[in-house]
């Protein structure tokens, strides 16, 4: 493991301006997607008549991400 203190010194350096516009998009982006997807509902309601269409529809595996039970 000679040297990779050297290489990662390297490697860090050479990226400094890249790295954190990296680290800034992996932070915001789940921000902006989470923002995005309530500003296109109306209201609550909307947004459960939309998970019951998505319920509904055959395509879909039966996989629920937001309880413990079977959807």
Same mark, same amino acid.
């Given at each position: 493991m @000679? %040297? @990779?203190w050297a290489?990662? !010194?390297l490697i860090v350096r050479r990226d400094r301006m890249?790295? #954190?516009v990296w *680290? +800034? *998009?992996i932070a915001l982006? #789940?921000?902006g997607i989470a923002s995005a997807t309530t500003d296109l509902y109306a %209201?609550? +309601?909307a947004r459960d008549s939309n998970r019951a269409?998505? !319920?509904t529809c055959p395509g879909r595996p039966p996989i629920c991400f937001t309880s413990r039970r079977a959807c």
């Open positions: @000679t %040297g @990779t290489l990662i !010194r890249l790295l #954190p *680290i +800034a *998009i982006l #789940p921000a %209201g609550q +309601a269409a998505w !319920r």
